[in-house]
């Protein structure tokens, strides 16, 4: 039997290089569409968000007409913050001002929710069209909320997305509703979390619990697992919960592989969506440095689900948060021992092949040859 060959991983400096997380922060999520976050959380005219992505300070806000707009958080007069600044001694009186306009804290320059320059108090004769918000491009899919800090840039999203609505298309993941949101903050490289998500060699010594429900995932290392026709659980079983079962009905457009199995899809730079018959998991990553990384978790269901009487959605919850938190601890297990002196990368089983895809996607943004 030939000896096996294990692919080597990016070299450990790339998970722990402040140098590198800027080139990645440049190269990567300036310029690539990252989530951040679902259209129900704007949910009218007026709405608006003040939100961190990459470092920057990004407003969102849905317009007059219902659309979303982005922009950096910041006044083309002085450079002022427009929203997020309190001042002492009075309410503040800047940011989205009564849903109608966004106007700056520090001279009062006021803009429409689409970015216009509209006032500048006791100035004349200012051509105001050349002094708009810098813009953010904004899109949706599937419920979820993208935002692009180069829009002069950017390509379509659906690019991005390639495949993925195709393969969820039966899943009602625009009409749902987040039940319940969990946040955590994991002293972990944003790239190791992604290899974690990718594959299952770890999951029989590290999730005792999911393995109960989906014996597949501890059987020879994750090895044969089908991922495209989904993972099933075990007998009886057919959902993300520790009995496998839930009282929510499936959604009602799902084939049977899908009301039967759990299917998972990876959208880089930022989003893992696990995709249960009655309810949706989706994890936003959030890179907050080279060896940290928050994570915003949130559970998605059926909009007549949560609107119930008595909606209880421990059940996946709690059983997500088990798994999580092992998955994390894990995670912060590998960013401490890849700091270990004779430490240069790290290898890929044969069963880690999704794995790669992150070594990859990377290599390419950044411009490295892969050995």
Partial sequence: ?????????????????????????????????????????????????????????????????????????????????????????????????????????????????????????????????????????????????????????AKPLTEQLGEIPARTERYPLAQLRIGHTTNYDVAANWKIIVENYNECYHCGGVHPELCDVVPAFRRNGGNDLQWAQGIPHRDGAYTFTHSGKTARQPFPDLNEAERLRHFGEVLYPNLFISLSCDHVAAFILKPAGPERTLIECQFLFAPEAVASEGFDPSDAIEFWDITNRQDWAICESVQRGIAARPHQHGYYAPMEDYSLDIRRYVAERLGLGLD
């Fill in 1 to 153: 039997m030939s000896p096996v060959a294990l692919e080597k991983t990016l070299p450990s400096e790339y998970y722990r290089s402040p140098e590198i997380y800027a080139r990645e922060r440049e190269r990567i999520f300036c310029r690539e569409w990252t989530c951040v976050g679902r259209e129900s959380e704007l949910p009218g005219p007026g709405s608006s968000r003040v939100l961190d992505v990459a470092g920057e300070s990004i407003l969102l806000v849905r317009n007059e007409a219902g659309s979303l707009r982005g922009f950096y958080n910041v006044c083309r007069h002085r450079g002022a913050q427009l929203c997020g600044t309190s001042l002492p001694g009075r309410a503040n009186e800047g940011g989205v001002v009564g849903g109608k306009r966004i106007r700056c804290p520090y001279h009062s320059w006021t803009y429409s929710l689409d970015g216009e320059l509209l006032a500048t108090p006791y100035i004349e004769g200012l051509d105001r069209s050349r002094l708009s918000l810098y813009p953010v491009g904004v899109a949706s899919w599937g419920g979820f909320i993208f935002v692009h800090l180069m829009p002069g840039v």
